[in-house]
Every structure is written in C-alpha cells, then in structure tokens.
C-alpha cells in the first residue's frame, strides 16, 4: 500500500503563493502517477494537475495553466505543488493522490486509487 500525507495549506490573500507537500510512504516504486486534487464546498472534486513519475509528463487543469507548477523529488518520494497569483476561486481542500496501475490517463479523479486526507487551502478577496 501507498500512503499519503499532504502538508503545506493555509490562509493566504489573493495574489499570494503557497506551496503544497505530499509525502509517500510504502510501495512507493508502485506509482505510476501521482496528482493534486481539490474540492469546494458543494462541488465536486476536480483534478488540479499531475505528474507520470518516470517520464515526468505533466497535466494541468486550464483553470491553473501558468500559475501552479508541479514538481516531484524522487529521493524523498515527495510531490510537490507550487501555487503562485493565488485567486479567491482556489478555495478548497487539496488531495494528493496516487494511481498504482500502469499506464493509462493521470487527469481524472476516477484514475486515482490512493489518497491523501487533504489540506485546506484559503484565498481571501
């Protein structure tokens, strides 16, 4: 099994930065991917982006597309989310998750079997 623990969340105001930790522990050399996540209050979970760990191809979410950078440290089995020009509109509880199975899409909340218990991210107006 993989386990996951997200760090890194806070209240910040618009404009600001953060940056978002996710630490794997176990069967680390089963990832195939991993991908940050967030869910709002009534809405449902959407990908943020993601990362295939051995060839480091990415995926971003339009809605993050040249603010948010996602970055890995194999050696520490660490996954990492930079979140720069934050907007009131990414309130939300970030996940980190792990897709197990081998190839396949990384982009979709379904892809992903394992996930962290999330830290809430706060932009204020």
């Known amino acids: 099994q993989v386990e996951l623990v997200e760090s890194g969340g806070g209240s910040v105001q618009a404009g600001g930065s953060l940056t978002l930790s996710c630490v794997a522990s176990?069967?680390?050399?089963?990832?195939?991917?991993m991908g940050w996540f967030r869910q709002a209050p009534g809405k449902e979970r959407e990908a943020v982006a993601s990362?295939?760990?051995?060839?480091?191809?990415?995926y971003y979410a339009d809605s993050v597309k040249g603010r948010f950078t996602i970055s890995q440290d194999n050696a520490k089995n660490t996954l990492t989310l930079k979140m720069d020009n934050l907007k009131p509109e990414d309130t939300a509880m970030y996940y980190c998750?792990?897709?197990?199975?081998?190839?396949?899409?990384?982009?979709?909340?379904?892809?992903?079997?394992?996930w962290g218990q999330g830290t809430q991210v706060t932009v204020s107006s």
């Open positions: 176990g069967y680390t050399y089963s990832r195939y991917c």
């Open positions: 998750a792990a897709r197990l199975q081998f190839g396949g899409s990384c982009s979709r909340v379904g892809d992903f079997g394992r």
């Open positions: 990362i295939v760990i051995r060839a480091g191809y990415t």
